[in-house]
Nanobody
Framework: QVQVVESGGGLVQAGGSLRLSCAASGRTSSIYTMAWFRQAPGKEREFVASISWRGISTYYADSVKGRFTISRDNAKNTVYLQMNSLKPEDTGVYYC??????????????????WGQGTQVTVSS
């Protein structure tokens, strides 16, 4: 089993920055892909970014490309999401997810085996 816990959400003004963290524990050796998703009120959960656990492959949704950066620290079993130039439409609950399979590119939530509880990000205009 794998557990993932997010942290770092909060309230920020448009144009500001936040960094989210996702700490993985348990059988981390079984993880192949980590990702961030977000869900706004009344909307479906959507893909934000992903990173391969052992490699350097990263992928981003078009809406965040150039503003968000996903990275990992394997020594700490932690994945980060640096969010810059935040916009009100970035508001939502951000979830970290882990998969036992290797995926490349934009992936749906159903591909992931383990989820965190989510952290709220609110961007005011």
């Amino acid at each position: 089993q794998v557990q993932v816990v997010e942290s770092g959400g909060g309230l920020v003004q448009a144009g500001g920055s936040l960094r989210l963290s996702c700490a993985a524990s348990g059988r981390t050796s079984s993880i192949y892909t980590m990702a961030w998703f977000r869900q706004a009120p009344g909307k479906e959960r959507e893909f934000v970014a992903s990173i391969s656990w052992r490699g350097i492959s990263t992928y981003y949704a078009d809406s965040v490309k150039g503003r968000f950066t996903i990275s990992r620290d394997n020594a700490k079993n932690t994945v980060y999401l640096q969010m810059n130039s935040l916009k009100p439409e970035d508001t939502g609950v951000y979830y970290c997810a882990a998969s036992n399979s290797a995926y490349y590119g934009k992936t749906p939530p159903t591909y992931y085996n383990y989820w965190g509880q989510g952290t709220q990000v609110t961007v005011s205009s």
